[in-house]
């Protein structure tokens, strides 16, 4: 094969040195980057062996790459271990020319194939301020380098020092990635046990401080209800006022928009005045973030140092992650502060349920000749629909006020001894807000064991939930305490809804249907302030008729007119009151039940005792919306006189 001239020498030379920093420059692990650049060195030095030491701590030195070492010195073996020219050249600063030709002393004690090699070109690799290495590439005892051979050497060390260097920079970033991962990873962990926020949101700060390497970090809270700016937490920060952080930082500017986003000087760089809290800092070093909850600002997270200083690109990604984990922080507070009221709330509704709950009749009433049963289902916790009984002694005048006597005024002494009445420890609980001792009574049914008259009342609240739950509570309340003295359907209707509208100033409005039934006779009296009509089933006709009686809402008007009527409950009659959540439940195609499909099931259910009755309305009810969710209240009342 013909020599190369020196052109083709040249060009041969720069291609294999271009190869060599592509190499070096790829590598991001030094030992591959060594491994791999030897071979390309030895090639273009026209040699066959080389190899590289790495300079340790102290006084040592690691072999860290060989290629085609002679079979005299293979490695591992003796001939590594003792004494080196060259290293001990190198510690004592004898190193010093770009290239040296060491007489090598490992090939000169060797024993064994030595290939011919005596001598070896020892090249310094540099680093910034120290020697990093050694590359040796091993030659006859007669060999020699010319200039341009010893110049291509001197690059060749430069190079390697470059890509040690930054290899090791590169194993340097990584490990300070993993510490900064664990130390996030910690942060995080620590911020998902805290308790409470405020010690959460200063270990944040402490933290980034220290990862940042800076003097201080603050989070500063944008408070817009208020029109403020609050430093919450703060870490390096002087001049607090005992107690704080939390401390008004501006007054006038949530969001502190007059700070720049990064500054080596920050009272230079800063678009107005700042704060006297802040100013006196002596902050120059800046970095700041804005922290974004839901797309919304909700407070700046700061790094700050005392010495100017320019923050780089990967620092701010810090500063990023640890926003994140403030931002998670606070969302994560927001969302248990949430789940605390609701909780709060769900323990205040299940009392008002109990409340509610005694408002109503602990049982039906025991009534001989007559079978009674009610079903009440709030459509949330607490509802505004409602029924009761009342047992009603003698018979009504014309006046609606009882023939045995006057009903007693308002204010005037009771009998000495005499324990208040249940209308009375119901009127002065709505004066006072304070109940009457109620007297001893052995059990809580309403039990007429002989021939008397029983007031029914159903009433439905134009609201769902706890203003209808209240509303609920005074009208019951209004409407017993009226129609305990034996008043007529039309005269309750009347004087509860003037009591109605001088005590209730809502807006909300109620719907009642009263009924007197008398147990001997069967007779039926009712007046409708706007409800539903109840279904009378008739045995001997088998058919149903609606209990109509004209009449308004309670609540509404100061002086409404109401119609009385009065039909006869017969042996094997039903009468069913209900409220609009049973026939305005609607299916998924958001059609309602209707009146005809339950007079439909009081038709087929008649001949069943009324709890049953009341099952299979309930059930048609559930079967017909599909699992849809419950809109309205659901209150029923069967009334079913037993046959001869």
């Not at 990635?177 to 308790?195: D, Y």
């Not at 025991?366 to 509802?383: D, E, H, L, N, W």
Request: aromatic residues 6%; contains cysteine.
């Amino acid at each position: 094969m013909p020599a190369l001239t020196d052109a083709q020498q040249r060009i041969a030379e720069l291609t294999t040195l271009n190869e060599l920093a592509q190499t070096l420059n790829r590598a991001l692990d030094l030992r591959e980057a060594l491994d791999a650049a030897l071979p390309k060195i030895v090639e273009i030095m026209g040699l066959r062996t080389g190899w590289i030491f790495l300079h340790e701590e102290g006084s040592t030195f690691r072999l860290a790459a060989r290629h085609e070492l002679p079979p005299a010195i293979n490695y591992p073996g003796p001939a590594w271990s003792g004494d080196c020219s060259c290293q001990e050249m190198c510690l004592n600063g004898k190193l010093s020319k770009a290239v040296n030709m060491v007489r090598c002393s490992r090939l000169r004690h060797a024993v064994g194939d030595k290939r011919s090699l005596a001598q070896h070109a020892s090249v310094p690799i540099q680093g910034e301020t120290a020697v990093l290495g050694i590359l040796n590439v091993a030659t006859s005892e007669y060999g020699r380098f010319t200039p341009p051979q010893l110049q291509l050497l001197s690059a060749i060390g430069f190079m390697l020092g470059t890509a040690i260097t930054r290899t090791r920079l590169h194993d340097q970033v990584k490990v300070r990635r993993v510490q900064e991962q664990a130390a996030l990873l910690k942060l995080s962990q620590e911020l998902l046990g805290a308790e409470s926020i405020e010690p959460a949101l200063q270990r944040l700060v402490r933290v980034g401080a220290r990862l940042l390497e800076a003097d201080a970090c603050a989070f500063i809270e944008a408070d817009e209800q208020e029109g403020r700016a609050m430093l919450v937490a703060a870490h390096g920060w002087h001049y607090l006022p005992k107690g704080a952080p939390p401390v008004v930082i501006d007054a006038v500017n949530p969001h502190l928009w007059y700070l720049p986003e990064t500054s080596a000087a920050l009272h230079e760089d800063a678009l107005d005045d700042l704060p006297q809290l802040l100013e006196a800092q002596r902050f120059q070093g800046h970095l700041a973030l804005t922290i974004e909850i839901g797309g919304a600002p909700v407070g700046t997270l700061m790094i700050n140092t005392h010495t100017p200083r320019r923050f780089l690109m990967d620092e701010a990604q810090l500063l990023g992650l640890l926003g994140s984990q403030l931002a998670q922080t606070l969302e994560r507070e927001r969302l248990h502060q949430e789940a605390l009221a609701r909780q709060r709330l769900e323990q205040e509704l299940n009392l008002a349920r109990d409340i509610q709950a005694s408002f109503l009749p602990a049982c039906c009433p025991i009534v001989p000749g007559y079978s009674i049963a009610a079903f009440y289902r709030a459509a949330r916790q607490v509802g505004g629909d409602f029924y009761d009984f009342i047992e009603l002694a003698g018979e009504p005048s014309g006046n609606g006020i009882e023939k045995s006597g006057e009903p007693m005024a308002r204010g005037q002494a009771q009998p000495k001894g005499a324990a208040p009445s249940r209308q009375d420890r119901e009127l002065e609980f709505w004066r006072t807000g304070r109940m009457a001792a109620r007297p001893p009574k052995p059990n809580q049914n309403v039990a007429l064991d002989k021939a008397g008259r029983l007031g029914i009342v159903i009433a439905d609240v134009t609201d769902k939930g706890v203003p209808a739950a209240l509303f609920m509570a005074l009208s019951r309340t209004l409407i017993r305490a009226t129609a305990i003295d034996g008043h007529t359907p039309v005269a309750v209707l009347e004087r509860a809804n003037r009591l109605i509208l001088s005590d209730a100033r809502s807006g909300l409005f109620v719907t009642c249907f009263y009924a007197i039934l008398d147990t001997e006779s069967g007779d039926l009296v009712f007046a409708d302030g706007g409800h539903n009509y109840p279904l009378h089933y008739r045995t001997a006709q088998a058919s149903i008729e609606p209990l109509q009686a004209q009449g308004i809402v309670l609540g509404i008007v100061p002086d409404p007119r109401f119609e009385q009527h009065a039909t006869v409950v017969e042996p094997g009659d039903v009468v069913c009151f209900y409220t609009d959540g049973v026939t305005e439940a609607m299916n998924p195609r958001r059609q309602l039940f209707g009146e005809d499909r339950l007079a439909e099931i009081l038709r087929r259910s008649h001949h069943l005792p009324p709890d049953e009755i009341i099952d299979r309305i309930i059930d048609a009810v559930t079967s017909y919306t599909a699992g849809a969710p419950q809109t309205d209240d659901i209150t029923m009342v069967v009334l079913k006189r037993n046959a001869a």
